[in-house]
């Protein structure tokens, strides 16, 4: 099966633009996730995506950053203004619901460097 | 004092040799335990996967949980080239909150 999709790979902006970050899910995955990556930490959780519906989404800094997932399928991130403090590695992540331990797949990531 | 505290390393071992990976955690409510294993510039991708105390062999891999310490490890047996890679602990809870160690970096040397 096709793995995560994301889009851009590589980004370089400069502070206060906008940025966006697409990812499309495995097929027929309901959950999907967004995490930031700063170098040398572990993924933190920004956005969780059950279907539509966002289920949990209290570490998404609301000023600045936004996500939709239209359909329950794809979904985009977007930062604006960028930070220089936002350059990291933003991953998407999809599982099935129903699956036990539910497996996440990541994809490879968006590498964001804010100058 | 961050919830799930993952040895720093880094870690250096010849190849053959035996790697203990070891994470500490605070959070009573986390009941999933998962390693990744995650190549440099890639995404993390699962290794092991345990629910509650227990150990699970997959290999010459073994995730061991202890529930009543808060502590879980990941054994390699017989290391690898290949196996050099940056590790990751993760935990959650079934609520579905996810939360991972910073990882610690493997190379296993020829």
């Known amino acids: 099966e096709a793995g995560v999709v994301q889009s851009p790979r590589y980004k370089i902006i400069e502070k206060k633009q906008p940025v966006a970050f697409w990812c499309n899910p495995i097929s027929g995955h309901n959950t999907l996730y967004w995490y930031r990556q700063n170098l040398g930490q572990g993924p933190e959780l920004l956005i969780r995506?059950?279907?539509?519906?966002?289920?949990?989404d209290s570490q998404l800094p609301k000023d600045r950053f936004s996500a939709e997932r239209l359909k329950g399928v794809d979904s985009t991130l977007k930062i604006q203004p960028a930070e220089l403090g936002d350059s990291a590695v933003y991953l998407c992540?999809?599982?099935?619901?129903?699956?036990?331990?539910?497996?996440?797949?990541f994809g490879p990531g968006t590498r964001l460097t804010v100058l | 004092q961050k919830e799930v505290e993952q040895d720093p390393g880094p870690l250096s071992v010849p190849e053959g040799a035996i790697v203990s990976l070891n994470c500490t955690y605070s959070?009573?409510?986390?009941?999933?335990f998962m390693w990744y294993r995650q190549y440099s510039r890639k995404g993390p991708e699962l290794l092991m996967y345990?629910?509650?105390?227990g150990n699970k062999e997959d290999g010459r891999f073994t995730a061991q949980v202890d529930k009543s310490s808060k502590y879980i490890s990941l054994f390699i047996r017989d290391s690898q080239p290949s196996d050099s890679a940056t590790y990751l602990c993760a935990m959650r809870t079934n609520a579905g909150k996810s939360t991972f160690g910073d990882g610690t970096t493997l190379t296993v040397k020829p």
């Open positions: 992540a999809s599982s099935l619901m129903e699956r036990e331990g539910n497996e996440q797949f």
């Open positions: 995506y059950e279907n539509e519906e966002a289920v949990d």
């Open positions: 959070n009573s409510a986390f009941q999933y």
């Open positions: 345990t629910y509650s105390s």
